[in-house]
């Protein structure tokens, strides 16, 4: 079925327009944005159960954008009324120009930029989903994690708990311009299953997850996800720490998509090349990784949770090649940045939601798969380790320093795995000594979709990443 | 609106339920180097609900919660209030009994955004930069908020309160290179003296940050910490006195128990306050509608109380706790100087230190320490820590003089003895 765009926002959208040809006469650029999402979130345990219909996604809002001589000002707002526009014009232009009036008193200085081309367009699309998450049966769903969670419980030793949880929210967003008028509507789900055990005074935890653009029919079979869950928090229970060092290493999907979104995730995010803050923007052309890495980025670049038509500024979605073959290709880069540096936008400036500012963000970012076999990269390790589960991670692309945190170790050595596992895992290095070492890849790939991603310490957005298993070197500790 | 949506709610059969209407007028800057990118406004109002359904037998007690569009008529309210009744009553958590209250004068501390918007921007702006040392960009957020919270039990408490942000990036370089520091602070409104202040420092810090060697593969050293990230340390604590991670026995830090079996560093206390300066948490009530109070949660090393939410404090037998907001923790019985003796790792950012609050696993990158060594202090960076807190913690130290971030008053110096260290020198180096 289609995941019918936003009545709501159909509603309002003559009041939108309205609003824009009044501003149109004050202002040299004028768009908005127009959110309506909903759905919800269920997490059951043996201890306690939730249920909310509010994901990290769900809003309903409208921000305006405006341009005057260079300066680019924006307003949110949720309480619309489409037969006031003129109220809604009036008071957010007073309240700009109050700011406007202490950027005075203060004497500030503006970075003047060029305006946003208005070509006129329209689009409109409503992506395929198997079920709706506003017409979840939310009892059937409590019932089949209220199972999940018991039979984890049943088959799990030493656990203290056994928690599913599913999240599925439907996405409608609306982009209005003099010229332009875009709408889009899909769904996205993720969910999983985490365990936490006690052994010897000792807790550890793990989570399976799954995601997808998709509905809440993903949630229909997540007895594979038990299954990881109860493995691995056994293993975390039984595990060691490592011995810090440098070592071979193989990432597991998981971690490899960690290091993608670490390493040229952040690091070529191109507003972060117009304040001067990232060291690709010195490197765009030169070798970054070995040959065999070649990486992805775009919300085209595969279906999963941030898999959109268009983003927050109603640039078109777009599958960017980033580094290809070891040579770093392009960033990625909002509308407003792409003016400044004089460069296309690729489809990348997101917000956390209709109360905050666009910045260049992530979608699907991917390594590419390569030819090796799995059992062929842990048969040439001496000593090393096979990471798998992705707890964070931290870039640093003014110096290209990275930080993964990883679930756990499998320890290799002469070529076998030894049925050792340490935990947790920090992994440390400088990017290009990371991705210069990668030497085999996998011929499988995998996405994945849980969490979120913050740029700095704020900034929450949904991305996805990925890609093969990975030989490469690594510090850990 | 609000009025019509507890209509709506009175006539919804619930057994209980909670409004909260948040309404916020936010001013935000985005500046490179001093020019500015952008400027903001907004203008919202967020209405969340949340809605119970006990069971026939009264042993089950459900809840469904969910935003109510401010825009929303009365019938989509009665829908939406209808689905999450339909949700709720579904949900089977043992039962447990709602806070019980009265309306209250609105409880309000000073907020002008435009005010605290000026003075953020000539602070930022009046920093002492030089051509090696200054501000790549800045972000300047500034709201006043009203927090009402109504339930079906009586509560009807008001909250209005300033609450800032700022996210600095400074830079410093020299012949060859150019790095970065980041910082992010929370506060009420502009406190011009310490945001100069620790900006200055971390000018300063981004200085010795290009003189470093790599840091040197110890094995294990004694850690000393004196920024921001000794609060992942004191949240770990906090976080065990809390009666959900009690109830789910994640924690088994009970009244009156020490939080180290045999302790041979500090014995800390550790207490939540009402109110800290200019802290963006210094609301009266909690999101329960709760008053918040001075409460010692731990002295002298000893579990003294706990603090929770409703829901979970019920389940443990506790039935005056809160949710906490600010924090300040003491004990240390050393001076600054005394904490810094001998062979030490001083580290003062973290690409993301982090402590988990599940097992207390530490875990951060180092950009920037000084190894004190055989007298001599070498600025160092790569590599990282490891290990746990539930080792680290029997010989932990602290000193008596505080140093406030936002809603928390911790130690200014934090010392971890035997810290798991990777450093980035190779065998032979």
Not at chain 1, 363 to 392: K, R
Request: hydrophobic residues 35%; aromatic residues 8%.
């Amino acid at each position: 079925m289609k995941a019918p765009f936003s009545s709501y926002l159909a509603g309002i959208a003559p009041g939108l327009k309205r609003l824009v040809e009044l501003l149109d006469q004050r202002y040299d650029y004028v768009s908005v944005l127009a959110t309506d999402s909903v759905g919800f979130g269920v997490r059951i345990s043996q201890r306690q159960k939730s249920v909310t219909r509010e994901t990290m996604t769900t809003e309903r809002g409208c921000v305006v954008r405006v341009a005057k001589d260079g300066l680019y000002s924006e307003a949110a707002f949720n309480r619309f009324d489409p037969d006031r526009p003129e109220e809604t014009a009036e008071a957010l232009t007073a309240e700009l120009d109050s700011q406007l009036a202490v950027l005075k008193e203060t004497g500030t200085a503006v970075y003047e930029t060029g305006l946003l081309p208005d070509e006129p367009q329209t689009l409109f699309v409503e992506s395929e989903t198997g079920r709706l998450p506003e017409e979840e049966d939310i009892q059937q769903l409590i019932a089949r994690l209220s199972a999940l969670s018991d039979e984890g419980v049943q088959k799990g030793k030493d656990l203290l708990d056994c928690i599913g949880s599913a999240q599925s929210t439907h996405i409608s967003k609306l982009f209005l311009t003099k010229n332009r008028d875009l709408r889009q509507s899909y769904v996205y789900s993720e969910g999983g299953v985490m365990c936490l055990g006690m052994r010897e005074g000792r807790t550890e935890g793990s989570h399976a997850g799954v995601s997808g653009r998709c509905g809440p029919e993903l949630f229909d079979d997540m007895s594979a996800q038990l299954e990881e869950a109860l493995r691995v928090t056994d293993e975390l229970l039984g595990s060691d720490r490592i011995e810090p060092g440098e070592y071979d290493i193989i990432t597991a999907p998981d971690v490899t998509g960690l290091i993608a979104h670490e390493a040229f995730g952040h690091g070529v995010e191109m507003d972060m090349f117009v304040k001067h803050r990232a060291l690709g923007a010195d490197y765009i052309g030169q070798r970054v990784g070995s040959d065999r890495v070649t990486m992805h980025e775009g919300a085209l670049c595969a279906e999963n949770v941030t898999s959109y038509a268009f983003d927050d500024e109603g640039t078109l979605a777009g599958d960017v090649t980033e580094i290809e073959r070891g040579i770093l290709k392009t960033g990625i880069c909002d509308a407003l940045s792409a003016l400044r540096l004089g460069t296309a936008p690729t489809g990348n400036g997101k917000r956390e939601n209709f109360e905050h500012k666009v910045y260049t963000r992530m979608t699907n970012t991917l390594f590419d798969s390569g030819d090796d076999s799995l059992e062929d990269m842990i048969a040439s390790i001496g000593h090393g380790y096979l990471l798998q589960g992705m707890h964070s991670g931290m870039e640093d692309p003014k110096h290209w320093g990275i930080q993964c945190i990883v679930e756990r170790g499998y320890e290799i050595v002469d070529g076998k795995l030894t049925g050792r596992v340490v935990a947790p895992v920090v992994m440390t290095g400088y990017v290009p000594d990371l991705l210069g070492s990668v030497s085999m890849l996998s011929s499988d790939r995998c996405v994945f979709g849980n969490g979120g991603c913050g740029k700095g310490h704020k900034e929450w957005v949904k991305v996805a990443d990925g890609g093969p298993y990975l030989k490469a070197k690594a510090r850990l500790g | 609106m609000l009025d019509m949506l507890l209509d709506v709610l009175k006539a919804s059969g619930a057994s209980a339920w909670e409004v909260t209407d948040l309404q916020e007028t936010g001013w935000e800057f985005y500046f490179i180097r001093h020019r500015l990118d952008q400027n903001r406004a907004k203008k919202v109002e967020h209405i969340t609900v949340k809605v119970y359904q006990k069971s026939e037998d009264g042993q089950f007690l459900g809840s469904a919660s969910g935003e109510i569009p401010p825009t929303a008529s009365r019938a989509e309210a009665e829908k939406l209030v209808g689905d999450l009744l339909l949700s709720a009553s579904f949900v089977r958590n043992p039962a447990y009994s709602l806070r019980s209250g009265s309306r209250e004068e609105p409880r309000r501390s000073a907020a002008d955004v435009r005010d605290s918007a000026a003075r953020f921007i000539r602070t930022l702006n009046s920093l002492l930069e030089t051509p090696e040392s200054d501000l790549n960009s800045y972000e300047i957020f500034t709201s006043e908020v009203t927090r009402r919270f109504v339930t079906s039990e009586g509560i009807d408490v008001t909250s209005v309160y300033p609450s800032s942000m700022v996210e600095a990036v400074v830079n410093a370089r020299d012949a060859e290179h150019e790095i970065e520091l980041y910082r992010l602070y929370h506060s009420g409104s502009c406190d011009e003296n310490q945001l100069s202040r620790d900006l200055t420092e971390t000018m300063r810090y981004g200085l010795d940050k290009l003189k470093t060697a790599p840091t040197p593969a110890l094995g294990q050293v004694d850690v000393v910490f004196s920024t921001d990230a000794a609060l992942e340390i004191y949240d770990w604590f906090l976080m065990r006195t809390n009666t959900a991670f009690l109830f789910q026995r994640i924690s088994d830090w009970t009244v009156g128990k020490a939080v180290c079996d045999a302790p041979t560093g500090d014995r800390l206390t550790l207490k939540t306050v009402r109110e800290l300066p200019n802290s963006s948490s210094n609301a009266a009530y909690d999101n329960e509608g709760a008053p918040v109070r001075d409460l010692t949660l731990i002295e002298d090393g000893v579990v003294k109380a706990h603090w929770g939410s409703r829901q979970f404090s019920q389940y443990m037998g506790e039935e005056d706790c809160f949710l906490v907001g600010n924090v300040e923790v003491s004990g240390g019985t050393a001076d600054e100087d005394g904490l810094r003796q001998g062979d030490f790792m001083e580290i003062v950012e973290f690409s993301d230190f982090q402590v988990s609050a599940l097992n207390g696993d530490v875990a951060g990158e180092i950009r920037l320490a000084y190894w004190h060594h055989g007298g001599e202090v070498t600025p160092v960076s790569g590599g990282s820590i490891s290990g746990s807190m539930a080792d680290y913690a029997p010989a932990m130290r602290a000193s008596r003089a505080q140093r406030q971030y936002n809603d928390r008053l911790i130690p200014s110096v934090t010392r971890l003895y035997g810290v798991k260290l990777a450093g980035v020198e190779q065998d032979g180096e």
